[in-house]
């Protein structure tokens, strides 16, 4: 009497998906949280009289990790802009600060120039732990397509081990 064969337990597979799953999140949780602490300890560096050639409601700043903005005066005069005549944007290490002139302003559509400070993004204490965290959030774009592959091999196996060799001969068996 031949007896088949026991079905192969994926319990293990399965645990270990989850587990690479929840060790990839705690890992980029707690590096998200190293590099952000690591802004107050980064050096800054200023830019004076970044030049807007004509002001609107919407001027990005060309660095990221705008900390502060220092002046903002007219291009043409080199009068000092009243600060009601525009909003600040300031931004986190990697993301772009802004200074909106409002609409009703008298200095819309003037050149002005804009004086601040910024984080120094590519110092190491910042830099490293930011590549990493950029990576590990890339990692959940794959994580998906992983399982998937790693299901699809599981029912092709399944699928094998249950038509493969019917006839119990080798591989050059008759048919």
Same mark, same amino acid.
């Given at each position: 009497?031949k007896?088949?064969?026991?079905?192969?337990?994926?319990?293990?597979?399965?645990?270990?998906i989850?587990?690479l799953?929840?060790?990839?999140?705690?890992g980029?949780?707690?590096?998200?949280?190293?590099?952000?602490?690591?802004?107050?300890e980064?050096?800054t560096?200023?830019?004076?009289?970044?030049?807007?050639?004509v002001?609107?409601?919407?001027?990005?700043?060309s660095?990221?990790?705008?900390?502060?903005?220092t002046?903002v005066?007219?291009?043409?005069?080199?009068?000092?802009?009243?600060?009601?005549?525009?909003?600040?944007?300031?931004?986190?290490?990697?993301?772009?600060g802004s200074?909106?002139? %409002?609409?009703?302003?008298?200095?819309?559509?003037?050149?002005?120039?804009?004086s601040?400070?910024?984080?120094?993004?590519?110092?190491?204490?910042?830099?490293?732990?930011?590549?990493?965290?950029?990576?590990?959030?890339?990692?959940?774009?794959?994580?998906?397509?992983?399982?998937i592959?790693?299901?699809?091999? %599981?029912?092709?196996a %399944?699928?094998?081990?249950?038509f493969?060799n019917?006839?119990?001969e080798?591989?050059?068996?008759?048919y």
């Amino acid at each position: 009497m031949k007896y088949k064969n026991s079905a192969v337990d994926l319990t293990d597979l399965a645990l270990g998906i989850m587990i690479l799953g929840i060790t990839v999140s705690i890992g980029a949780v707690i590096l998200t949280g190293v590099r952000d602490s690591q802004v107050s300890e980064i050096d800054t560096y200023t830019v004076s009289n970044e030049n807007f050639a004509v002001a609107t409601t919407s001027n990005n700043l060309s660095v990221v990790g705008v900390k502060s903005v220092t002046a903002v005066t007219n291009s043409s005069s080199g009068v000092a802009v009243p600060a009601t005549n525009y909003t600040v944007t300031t931004s986190v290490p990697g993301a772009v600060g802004s200074v909106n002139v %409002l609409a009703a302003s008298e200095y819309t559509g003037e050149g002005i120039n804009v004086s601040y400070t910024a984080y120094n993004t590519t110092d190491p204490r910042f830099l490293i732990a930011d590549k990493a965290t950029i990576g590990l959030a890339e990692y959940g774009n794959w994580f998906d397509i992983i399982v998937i592959v790693g299901v699809a091999g %599981l029912i092709l196996a %399944l699928i094998f081990m249950a038509f493969g060799n019917r006839s119990g001969e080798g591989a050059g068996g008759s048919y």
